[in-house]
């Protein structure tokens, strides 16, 4: 009896994954291109330690086919490693002022670089880890051109460039580039972000100072676009890619912060990411036990499983046996993000601890 209330419970489980599978998703925002809209556009670059490809990155960011543009790097001192590849890569840089105490180094350079360069029409955020194509810019500034957007964003692609755990890095993106598919579940990713510069007032910079998501510009320039009733857009042309070599103690302490700032913005993801990968996980273990030991038949519960694997490797464009096995582990290492994460106190990130609680 035991025996076919779990089998009942687990089907339907599986049910719901599926019909989850089958849920449309929402195109990228193509509706505001207007030929018309030319912004002068400030990229700001904040700057901290010498990344994977930095020079590459910055020569990139600089390159762009844009009318009226300018890049500025922002780093907290001259001494910083990141400051020889920039004068390299032949852009321009500021030191970073300390506006707010409780912000993170890149909120900080992010608000001294709008204070001092106010005659800019549109502001773009650049994380110093992206490399982007010459469109990238253009892209990422067409969508403001309606007032009903806020923001403009665009996900990343992380290339692996090292070995098992930069491919799970890759496979773990998924789910942000999942994210973005759903007006509802959409944010601001702050290594690719746009805005207009009307769009924060003295008071949202009073908000971003002094808030306790002033770690995160992420979730303050969300936070401040929803407050406003104003739109998100998403744009899948001219994504950047996040060169990547993580060993698994990198991409461990990466993952669980990205998952630790995800919680503090946005409490419900805790209980929501909780309840799906455990499904995820109870279908899938219960597909080898069920199969083995009750019925064959349950190998149908492995239909979800086949189904993220096809998303996977479309998604990834890469013709790699060991995706078929990160996904499989995925719900398990997501589980175990959530876990760790929401026990979090503080985060570090690129050498400075910050308080999340």
Same mark, same amino acid.
């Given at each position: 009896?035991?025996?076919? !209330?779990?089998?009942?419970?687990?089907?339907?489980?599986?049910?719901?994954? #599926?019909?989850?599978?089958?849920?449309?998703?929402?195109?990228?925002?193509?509706?505001?291109?207007?030929?018309?809209?030319?912004?002068?556009?400030?990229?700001?670059?904040?700057?901290? =330690?010498?990344?994977?490809? #930095?020079?590459?990155?910055?020569?990139?960011?600089?390159?762009?086919?844009?009318?009226?543009?300018?890049?500025?790097?922002?780093?907290?001192?001259?001494?910083?490693?990141?400051?020889?590849?920039?004068?390299?890569?032949?852009?321009?840089?500021?030191?970073?002022?300390?506006?707010?105490?409780?912000?993170? &180094?890149?909120?900080? !350079?992010?608000?001294?670089?709008?204070?001092?360069?106010?005659?800019?029409?549109?502001?773009?955020?650049?994380?110093?880890?992206?490399?982007?194509?010459?469109?990238?810019?253009?892209?990422?500034?067409?969508?403001?051109?309606?007032?009903?957007?806020?923001?403009?964003?665009?996900?990343?692609?992380? @290339?692996?460039?090292?070995?098992?755990?930069?491919?799970?890095?890759?496979?773990?993106?998924?789910?942000?580039?999942? #994210?973005?598919?759903?007006?509802?579940?959409?944010?601001?990713?702050?290594?690719?972000?746009?805005?207009?510069?009307?769009?924060?007032?003295?008071?949202?910079? &009073?908000?971003?100072?002094?808030?306790?998501?002033?770690?995160?510009?992420?979730?303050?320039?969300?936070?401040?676009?929803?407050?406003?009733?104003?739109?998100?857009? +998403?744009?899948?042309?001219?994504?950047?890619?996040?060169?990547?070599?993580?060993?698994?103690?990198?991409?461990? @302490?990466?993952?669980?912060?990205?998952?630790?700032?995800?919680?503090?913005? +946005? =409490?419900?993801?805790?209980? +929501?990411?909780?309840?799906?990968?455990?499904? @995820? !996980?109870?279908?899938?273990?219960?597909?080898?036990?069920?199969?083995? +030991?009750?019925?064959?038949?349950?190998?149908?519960?492995?239909?979800?499983?086949?189904?993220?694997?096809?998303?996977?490797?479309?998604?990834?464009?890469?013709?790699?046996?060991?995706?078929?096995?990160?996904? !499989?582990?995925?719900?398990?290492?997501?589980?175990?993000? #959530?876990?760790?994460?929401?026990?979090?106190?503080?985060?570090?990130?690129?050498?400075?601890?910050?308080?999340?609680?």
């Amino acid at each position: 009896m035991l025996l076919l !209330a779990f089998e009942a419970f687990v089907s339907l489980v599986f049910l719901a994954l #599926l019909a989850i599978d089958l849920l449309p998703q929402q195109r990228a925002s193509e509706d505001q291109r207007k030929t018309g809209y030319n912004p002068r556009a400030l990229v700001i670059v904040p700057c901290k =330690g010498t990344d994977l490809t #930095l020079k590459e990155n910055l020569v990139s960011i600089r390159s762009q086919d844009f009318g009226r543009y300018g890049v500025i790097a922002v780093v907290d001192s001259e001494d910083d490693d990141a400051v020889p590849v920039i004068r390299s890569a032949k852009v321009r840089y500021i030191v970073s002022r300390r506006v707010s105490k409780m912000a993170s &180094g890149k909120v900080n !350079a992010m608000l001294t670089a709008m204070s001092r360069f106010r005659d800019f029409d549109v502001y773009a955020i650049a994380d110093s880890d992206i490399t982007v194509g010459r469109m990238w810019l253009k892209e990422l500034v067409l969508p403001l051109a309606s007032m009903g957007t806020g923001l403009s964003t665009m996900f990343p692609v992380f @290339e692996p460039k090292a070995g098992f755990w930069s491919k799970v890095k890759h496979v773990w993106g998924f789910v942000g580039e999942g #994210l973005m598919k759903r007006d509802s579940t959409r944010f601001g990713w702050g290594g690719s972000m746009a805005f207009r510069k009307e769009m924060v007032s003295v008071k949202d910079i &009073g908000f971003i100072k002094n808030s306790r998501y002033s770690v995160s510009d992420d979730i303050c320039m969300t936070k401040i676009a929803r407050a406003k009733g104003l739109g998100i857009a +998403y744009t899948e042309a001219s994504r950047p890619k996040v060169n990547s070599d993580d060993g698994f103690a990198a991409f461990a @302490e990466w993952s669980t912060r990205q998952t630790a700032l995800s919680i503090l913005g +946005y =409490g419900r993801n805790f209980y +929501y990411g909780i309840a799906f990968y455990s499904a @995820e !996980a109870l279908v899938f273990l219960s597909g080898i036990s069920l199969s083995i +030991y009750a019925n064959p038949v349950f190998m149908i519960l492995f239909l979800h499983l086949v189904q993220s694997e096809v998303k996977a490797y479309i998604r990834s464009g890469r013709k790699d046996p060991e995706i078929a096995a990160i996904v !499989a582990m995925m719900p398990f290492l997501y589980l175990a993000n #959530l876990f760790i994460a929401n026990g979090k106190r503080s985060i570090k990130w690129r050498g400075s601890t910050y308080r999340i609680r």
